[in-house]
């Protein structure tokens, strides 16, 4: 059958299961937009404030479902709007599709009214990008976006289309899609040997989780492994909830804010098993002395990932649910109980601990916690609040803690609590932010109540730009360089005034009936809660030391 462009992406969008979109109209895309209307009973448009906080629904939406998230947006600043959260969504492996419309075949490049070349501008933050010129190369070019977004290490794939595309004519054929499939044809079997050798001798093993389990859907495999291995686990900011955080081998988080325990613990094994992470330099710290007298076991879907920032001694190429239950059938149950008892030992020594007496982030998270029974989505933007998260939250299953890790994007956990909660409407949703980060995409608290979507916003609210300003304590002299935000903003009568509920905590005892309250609201929420200036993460790894080198408020004061 004929039809035009903007009918045939809607149309592949069904192909898809696309049941929701987030995005901005404007001229070059309104082709589509006229195509959604007419399908609305189908698939249901999210008009969100700002393009980027589309993205970034797009973005919470795919990371707690597994499925592709899909935003929208105009051609020039709609489509330059959508870069950070396609940037966010390339660093942290989420599969997306970003769909935008360009100017007509006939007036690109000549600098023509909102022309801007998106494909070109987001060609090293996204997996692969598409110009579609011509009508007839619509539909397969949709199709791929997809695919590529979903297979292998999954991304972000934009489809940029010209105006004229969207609205000529070409044959449409539906296609059923075929299924995305784990990654094994590069699974060898002298990796695996490899791989089953090291285990065998380890007397010290360490497991590292990364994202890449929570991706490949791998925690059932994690756990089962865990037991025939017989080591501790760490995790890393990417992999919260692959491995429960209640389990008593978990050791809590790696690098510049992990556990001692875990810092130290890595860089004291003999074998380092580390699954779908990338060692990031937040992970490692001075990667010299980084598991220093470890063998290191890389198992990861990117081969570009091995031996990038560590070297490894064996590695496996493949989907982490699929070597692990290759692995798992071969193994035979290990037993290192002198080194299980000795990391017990030091989680005892090195619990995460924080002032109790009076109120701070971390209270807030431990509270969240207790009232949740961990069972609730939490998203977060980046700072001080963003670690206290990871901390204190434990996080019991696979895509509960939806955040940017590699990219740092603030701003980023208000428009992915709303996409995540769209996905998981039976699932309590709480973003964590600060009153920094918040004020960067504090308008989609109108998209919120546009929509009545019951997601809790709770702001550690300290007046400052509170990680910005640790750093500036602790390696700058105290020089505070337009990092404090006293001023006379109310957050409270921001949600009011954007058409939701805000509640002010001052004290220790209103915190647990403030989120009680928020939780029975049945639509968005803020908490704006205040806490201290100066207020601290620990532990912390100095920048450029040696993770078994973090240190704690007392240790600072004891060196003091």
Avoid at 157 to 183: F, G, N
Avoid at 298 to 307: C, G, L, Q, R, T
């Amino acid at each position: 059958m004929k039809l035009t462009g903007a009918e045939i992406v809607v149309e592949c969008l069904k192909e898809q299961g696309v049941d929701t979109v987030f995005g901005y109209p404007g001229g070059a895309i309104l082709n589509i937009y006229d195509a959604l209307y007419k399908h609305s009973d189908e698939i249901t448009h999210i008009l969100t404030s700002h393009e980027q906080g589309a993205a970034h629904a797009a973005d919470g939406y795919a990371r707690a479902t597994g499925r592709v998230g899909v935003c929208l947006a105009t051609s020039g600043p709609g489509a330059t709007n959508l870069v950070t959260g396609i940037a966010t969504a390339q660093m942290d492996s989420v599969p997306i599709v970003a769909i935008t419309s360009n100017v007509a075949v006939g007036l690109l490049g000549r600098d023509s009214f909102q022309e801007v070349d998106i494909a070109g501008v987001v060609m090293p933050v996204t997996k692969h990008s598409f110009i579609v010129k011509n009508v007839s190369e619509l539909a397969e070019t949709m199709r791929r976006a997809f695919r590529i977004a979903a297979e292998g290490r999954p991304g972000p794939v934009l489809v940029d289309i010209t105006k004229d595309a969207t609205a000529e004519e070409a044959d449409y054929i539906p296609v059923r899609p075929a299924p995305v499939l784990p990654k094994v044809n590069t699974i060898k079997e002298d990796d695996i040997e490899r791989a089953l050798g090291f285990i065998e001798k380890a007397k010290r093993p360490y497991i590292l989780v990364g994202g890449g389990v929570n991706i490949s859907g791998a925690s059932e495999e994690l756990k089962e492994f865990v037991e025939k291995v017989d080591a501790p686990v760490a995790d890393t900011l990417m992999g919260k909830g692959a491995f429960p955080g209640e389990h008593p081998r978990y050791t809590g988080m790696v690098g510049m804010h992990g556990t001692k325990t875990s810092n130290l613990g890595i860089t004291r094994c003999d074998l380092l098993i580390a699954i779908g992470a990338r060692f990031s330099d937040r992970v490692t710290g001075n990667t010299k002395m980084f598991a220093r007298d470890a063998k290191i076991l890389h198992i990861d879907v990117d081969a570009a990932e091995v031996n990038k920032n560590i070297s490894s001694d064996a590695s496996i190429v493949g989907d982490a649910k699929a070597v692990l239950r290759i692995l798992n059938e071969r193994l035979t149950k290990k037993n290192h109980g002198e080194w299980v008892a000795e990391v017990e030992a030091m989680k005892e020594k090195y619990p995460l601990a924080y002032d109790e007496s009076g109120l701070t982030g971390p209270y807030v998270i431990e509270t969240l916690y207790k009232l949740t029974r961990g069972d609730a989505i939490v998203t977060t933007d980046v700072g001080q609040h963003q670690m206290w998260a990871a901390q204190f939250y434990k996080y019991k299953a696979p895509r509960r803690f939806l955040t940017s890790g590699g990219l740092g994007t603030m701003g980023y956990g208000l428009g992915a609590s709303i996409g995540a909660k769209l996905g998981k409407p039976d699932m309590p949703v709480f973003n964590i932010a600060g009153d920094g980060c918040f004020r960067m995409n504090m308008n989609e608290l109108a998209t919120a109540s546009r929509y009545n979507v019951p997601v809790v916003d709770i702001i550690i609210n300290n007046h400052v730009l509170g990680m910005v300003r640790q750093w500036q304590t602790l390696f700058y002299g105290g020089r505070y360089s337009a990092t404090v935000l006293q001023d006379k903003v109310d957050f409270v009568k921001v949600a009011e005034a954007l058409g939701c509920k805000g509640i002010r905590v001052t004290k220790k005892e209103e915190v647990e009936p403030a989120i009680r309250e928020a939780m029975a609201a049945g639509g968005p929420v803020v908490i704006d809660v205040q806490v201290d200036c100066d207020d601290k993460v620990f532990p912390m790894v100095a920048p450029g030391a040696a993770i078994s080198d973090a240190f704690s408020q007392e240790d600072l004061e004891e060196k003091q």
